[in-house]
């Protein structure tokens, strides 16, 4: 293990954590975001997967805004049978919606899940819109706060285990957090298939109240992870090794404190 890599750590668990405390100071203008969309392991021809809801929540009321294909399709009086058919028209409509709320957040920051590339993320949502005919609002990268990444940040890749439905549902049973409505990547993607789409839009906003949930958490302090006490405050003796041979003033500092420990002890011998 090189020195320089504890010492990073380090750093990056002391950025993560001022961070988070600027979104605490702020939660009126913080939002967290979630979305559900086709599945894109299923998607064969390249292209992007369609959105099916989004949930926007203010962190600090809780109050909840919500865009879907169903939602859309109940506007525009087309029948549950017809979505399928008319999806592209439908999701346009959502999509234009969403962007228009978006206007008015300006300046407002975004916590998420993972939302980070073409895949699935902003820049999948802004490209689907754009292929649709429509104009995206960009939010830029440093209002996005990407909730999976700090936690690693902050407490190491071992805080929770991916298994078998991803880090959230793990943190959820080790917090006993109810995934009542929170659907498995694996049961959105079986929704979807079955045109289950007011499932998948409980399932968007249960995420996002859960991500709200492990937010708090995090800031009190009280989020339970498999991250080890040494992980969680970031203590290493290799970064402290490090720390002093890059300042070493700290460095004759300790060495005196040591010194002049050693020789009062001798002369209290004397």
């Not at 750590?9 to 100071?25: F, G, M, S, T, V």
Request: aromatic share 10%; with cysteine; hydrophobic share 40%.
């Amino acid at each position: 293990m090189t020195l320089g890599k504890e010492l990073t750590k380090l750093r990056h668990r002391h950025e993560a954590r001022q961070r988070l405390e600027d979104l605490d100071k702020e939660r009126k203008l913080v939002h967290v975001i979630h979305y559900s969309c086709e599945s894109f392991y299923d998607i064969k021809d390249g292209r992007t997967p369609r959105v099916t809801s989004i949930a926007v929540r203010n962190y600090a009321s809780g109050q909840t805004k919500s865009f879907s294909i169903h939602k859309s399709a109940e506007q525009k009086n087309v029948p549950s049978e017809e979505i399928s058919d008319r999806y592209d028209e439908l999701e346009r409509e959502m999509l234009g919606e969403f962007f228009e709320y978006l206007k008015y957040l300006k300046g407002h920051r975004f916590i998420h899940w993972n939302m980070r590339d073409i895949n699935y993320g902003f820049p999948a949502i802004e490209h689907r819109f754009k292929i649709l005919g429509g104009e995206p609002i960009v939010v830029e990268d440093d209002r996005k706060f990407d909730l999976a990444r700090e936690l690693v940040a902050l407490y190491s890749v071992k805080y929770a285990p991916h298994g078998k439905f991803g880090r959230m549902h793990s943190l959820m049973d080790m917090n006993s957090i109810g995934a009542k409505d929170a659907l498995t990547g694996k049961e959105e993607a079986d929704a979807f298939d079955n045109e289950e789409y007011v499932k998948l839009h409980q399932s968007t906003l249960r995420k996002a109240d859960v991500i709200a949930n492990l937010l708090d958490r995090t800031l009190d302090g009280s989020l339970k992870t498999k991250a080890t006490w040494r992980e969680r405050h970031g203590i290493h003796p290799v970064a402290l090794l490090e720390f002093l041979t890059e300042h070493w003033i700290w460095a004759i500092i300790v060495a005196v404190g040591v010194i002049v420990s050693i020789i009062s002890g001798i002369w209290s011998l004397v």
